[in-house]
Every structure is written in C-alpha cells, then in structure tokens.
C-alpha cells in the first residue's frame, strides 16, 4: 500500500484528500506544521508528500529545501498546493525541489486522486466506508469510491454556503480589530489572523466550485501574507485596499455563490499613464493573473479607445500632459457606454484632497504609487468580478 503524507494546516481540506485517497487504497497521514511535517517525513516514509506553502512554523519552500537536502529524499515525490495568485511562492517551490505545483482552488479530490496515480501509481478502491471527517459534510462511499466528485461537491458546497453569514462575521470583526490596532507589533498580529481566516475561505471556495469566491479570497490572501513578510508595505493604501476587499465578500457571498468553472471571467482593461513604465508595471501585473488589458500613454488617444470600446475597467493616472486624468474620467462619464464603468486612479498623489477630487470627477476607486502587484490584482478583481456579478436592472 503506498503511502501519502499530506502536511496542510487546512484541517478541512487536509481530510478531504485523505478521505479520498484512502478509500482509493492509500495509507495517508496528515500534518498541519512546517515542522511536524518535515520529521513525520522521516518516520513515516511515505511514497508522496502534498505540501501547502503557506505553513505556520516552516514554511514549505524550506520544508522542500530541508526534504532535498537529505539523499534519503532526494527523488521523492513533492505535491505542491498554491496560491494561484503567489507566484513568487511557487518560483521558489519549483527552485527547491518540486515534483509538481497545483493551484489549490483547481485541486478537487479527483484531480488528487489522478495525481497520485500519475506520480506514484498504487491505489485500487476499496468497498468500506471513508472515515467520519470533523466539518466535512457526510458522502455516501459510492459517491467516493465512484470516482466522481459532483455530488460530494454539490453537498459540501451546500454546507460551505450555510456557513457563510458566520464567516462574513469572522472576517469584519478581524478588519476592525485590524483599524483600531495602533501598534506595528498588533497591526501584524491582526494580518495574520486576517489570513489565516481568509486562507479558509479560499480553500473552501474552492473545493466547494465557487469561482468568484475562491479567486478572490486567494488573491487577498496573498496580498495579506506579503504585508506580514514585508511590514514596510503595510501603509494606508494597502490598508484601504485590504478593507475594501473584505468589505466585497458580502456582495460575493449574496452574488458568487453559483456554482463555474475555476477560470475568471474574461475582461478587458484600459491602462491609461504617460509614463512608459508605469504601464508596462500595470500591464504586467495585470496579464500575471490573466487579466487582458490595453495600455496608452496619451489620454486624448485614450479618449479614443473609449469612445469605440467598451471596457470592464479603466486605470487612470492623474498629471498627465494635455489632459489631466480628472479630466478625462469627467469626459468618459459623458459616454453612455461608460456611465458606471470603475475607474481606478492609480498616481503618486496620496493626500486626502487628492482622493476626495478623484471622487468628485467620477473616480470609483485610488491606488497609490509605489503599489505592490498584488494590491493592483486585488482592485482589479474586486472591480471586474462586481461588474461581471452585478445583475441586470
């Protein structure tokens, strides 16, 4: 019988897997640490690893380089689960050692299943019940054993959203406590329980096939776990952006919760900065996330653009040549194809009076330069996902 450790913190989704792969004919543990994992790797011997990155105690790039750098370990398989939107984090999994990274909203326990057998091999169902699993809704050993996901998803998406209401609750009482910290040492404390829930919530969205959801909350959570990595960055844009996200999970959770595929819905983006650079940045950010977008440095030729397409969303800078961006969000208001299409205005002025004519020329939102790529990813989602949701009046 092959033998699969699983080190995930998730314990929800950790048992998910394991209730899978055991009825399948796999002996699996769990592990919830960075730590834990490493020496259960030691004692246990498994034939398989599926490591989460986002680990408390060890993180799992360094579980992956302690793994390797042991020769016992040297061809052993290593199952990476990541962030979708932590790529960064998986570069460095791929750098140290691993078999195989997944996105963890994408990996149903089918998948999981296909994996192992491609990988290790081993596996054949057994007839017995799956063991009782703590938070996970009950599923008939067919279902399981069956190798088709649709009704266990079906159920545990049922519960998942039952839960909702309770979880929109944990998650604004862990932004106030965040707000009122006035301390570096408690605004960290406070982000990392912010992560922790919305981690949660991204693996659940996930497994229960709720797109919006899963891709939004994985997005926040990787714009959580950078301000806890690099406190420099927390400051008041990110702060706002953070707020504003959390804020959108109660739309989201009245408006994503029919079941799709796990892709984003296609958009197109109008980047508009006189600068070269800034674009590109802009650009660039957005296509790491598979957001489509058009770029132009001139706002009369961005003008233009607006006048003949429509667009989901449209980044604006402030001082630009000939036509400030106050200016041509007033102009692209006049449009009737842009009436209520976001504008994100994204400059170096971050003064309140700054923010407050932004507002006043029609802005929806502000984003201050220097950003971090996935604070613009946040926006940008938060914007196109309320567009693509919104329904029809």
């Known amino acids: 019988m092959k033998k699969i450790l699983i080190i995930e913190d998730d314990q929800i989704i950790a048992n998910v897997y394991r209730n899978k792969l055991v009825v399948e004919g796999y002996l699996a543990e769990i592990t919830s640490d960075g730590e834990a994992g490493l020496k259960m790797t030691r004692t246990f011997q498994p034939d398989a690893i599926v490591l989460d990155l986002m680990l408390p105690k060890m993180s799992g790039v360094e579980v992956i380089k302690q793994i390797r750098g042991d020769p016992e370990f040297s061809k052993l398989p290593i199952i990476v689960l990541s962030n979708t939107y932590s790529t960064n984090l998986m570069q460095d999994a791929w750098k140290a050692g691993a078999t195989k990274c997944v996105s963890k909203i994408n990996c149903s326990p089918k998948i999981m299943l296909e994996l192992m057998r491609n990988v290790i091999g081993g596996g054949e169902a057994i007839s017995h019940a799956p063991p009782k699993v703590e938070g996970v809704p009950a599923t008939k050993p067919a279902q399981v054993a069956g190798g088709t996901d649709a009704e266990f998803q079906a159920e545990f998406r049922k519960t998942f959203i039952a839960g ?67 406190p420099k960055n927390i400051n008041a844009s990110t702060l706002r952006t953070v707020a504003t996200a959390v804020d959108f999970f109660d739309f989201l959770f009245d408006h994503g919760t029919r079941p799709e595929k796990l892709e984003l819905p296609p958009a197109s983006i109008l980047v508009v900065d006189d600068e070269a650079l800034a674009c590109r940045t802009i650009t660039y950010a957005l296509k790491k996330v598979k957001l489509q977008s058009v770029s132009v440095e001139d706002p009369n030729a961005a003008f233009k653009l607006l006048s003949e397409n429509q667009y989901d969303l449209v980044f604006l800078d402030v001082d630009m040549p000939g036509m400030t961006g106050y200016e041509l969000c007033n102009k692209l208001r006049s449009l009737p194809m842009h009436k209520k299409t976001p504008v994100v205005f994204c400059t170096r002025l971050d003064d309140f009076n700054s923010r407050t004519k932004s507002t006043m020329a029609g802005g929806n939102d502000f984003i201050a330069k220097p950003f971090l790529f996935i604070e613009l990813t946040v926006k940008a989602l938060i914007h196109v996902l309320r567009g693509k949701l919104q329904p029809a009046k």
């Open 164 to 230: 909702l209401p309770a979880t929109l609750t944990v998650l604004r009482t862990a932004l106030q406590s965040l707000v009122k910290a006035d301390t570096e040492v408690a605004r960290l404390e406070h982000i990392h329980e912010l992560y922790s829930r919305i981690n949660a919530v991204s693996s659940n969205a996930g497994l229960a096939g709720l797109v919006a959801i899963a891709h939004m909350a994985a997005a926040l959570e990787a714009l959580l776990k950078e301000l806890c990595e690099k």
